[in-house]
């Protein structure tokens, strides 16, 4: 459903109950572990065991007692998540009947409502081709509803007759993201990642100091053109048109080999950046994405417990 076609409260309460309500079932009591807090408390000292990380053995209360101790933790409770939403023009693409705007809005919906309705705080920034809103971190459905409303709002705004295109420069949302975000926190970066090359640096720099997880949205047409025939495709940024011929089949090939290479090169600066990547198509079921993100999630919880990450399939 198109995003601008609906209130923020209906599309929360259609997620709310076609999405959310089937989540609980499958995901049971897995979100402590989903949305379980960056901090930790010293809570006590007990003598080691073999079980134990040795990382958190005390040496000086050791050396002291000549028996080995551990820190034991209580972690903080409280996740602290923000959504850093790419907003521009782009998004209005779909070849079908759903676009990418709208599949980013279901998105934040689900997954807000899910760690506010748990306790924890949610913001976002918000871009357009420049930096509109940072919305605060706050909790309550209240919260969720209205930075659906400042998403919806600007995707129904009409440029300024006459207004010159503007580029995306995703380094500006993600270095905006990383002076108003002091507290360790959860960040979605939620966009197409067609933008001006140059963001690659400032999203390593933003997963130094948080968790980052690169949402990237995207159309099949996007990656592999039919033969259509004679079609007319528009730059939805900066509104030039060009008039092709998809019944030819070199036509096709080179758009094909274009597209690979700009996937190859999205993979190597995902990697560069060290962020987990969660893919999502507007022929995707959105039920189908959160629970990949919940297996990307208790993957990287087992990675920094000091587990093993399992081998990805190639594709």
Request: aromatic letters at 6%; charged letters at 25%.
């Amino acid at each position: 459903m198109p995003a601008t076609t609906i209130t923020p409260e209906a599309l929360l309460h259609r997620l709310e109950w076609t999405v959310l309500r089937r989540l609980d079932g499958l995901l049971h009591g897995d979100y402590r572990t989903l949305f379980r807090g960056h901090g930790v408390d010293l809570a006590d000292l007990r003598e080691y065991q073999h079980s134990d990380d040795v990382r958190h053995i005390d040496w000086n209360v050791t050396a002291r007692l000549q028996t080995p101790y551990v820190r034991v933790y209580n972690e903080e409770r409280e996740t602290s998540a923000w959504f850093l939403l790419d907003l521009t023009s782009s998004l209005d693409f779909g070849s079908g009947a759903v676009k990418k705007r709208a599949v980013a809005a279901e998105l934040v919906g689900v997954l807000a409502r899910m760690l506010a309705r748990h306790g924890n705080r949610v913001g976002a920034v918000l871009y357009s081709g420049r930096v509109e809103a940072v919305i605060p971190a706050g909790s309550g459905r209240r919260h969720v509803l209205h930075i659906l409303h400042r998403m919806l709002a600007m995707a129904e705004r009409t440029p300024a007759t006459g207004a010159p295109p503007s580029e995306t420069r995703l380094q500006e949302l993600l270095q905006s993201a990383g002076h108003a975000i002091a507290r360790r926190s959860l960040l979605f970066v939620v966009s197409d990642f067609i933008s001006a090359p140059g963001w690659d640096k400032p999203l390593a720099q933003l997963s130094q100091r948080h968790e980052v997880l690169a949402v990237r949205l995207y159309d099949p047409l996007e990656q592999e053109l039919p033969d259509l025939g004679f079609v007319t495709m528009q730059d939805a940024e900066s509104g030039e048109q060009l008039f092709v011929d998809t019944n030819d089949r070199g036509f096709r090939k080179r758009f094909a080999a274009l597209a690979e290479a700009r996937e190859e090169a999205l993979r190597a600066a995902f990697a560069h950046a060290g962020v987990d990547v969660l893919e999502l198509s507007t022929e995707d079921h959105l039920m189908d994405a959160v629970m990949r993100f919940a297996d990307l999630r208790k993957r990287r919880s087992s990675l920094t417990a000091g587990g093993v990450l399992p081998r990805q399939p190639e594709h």
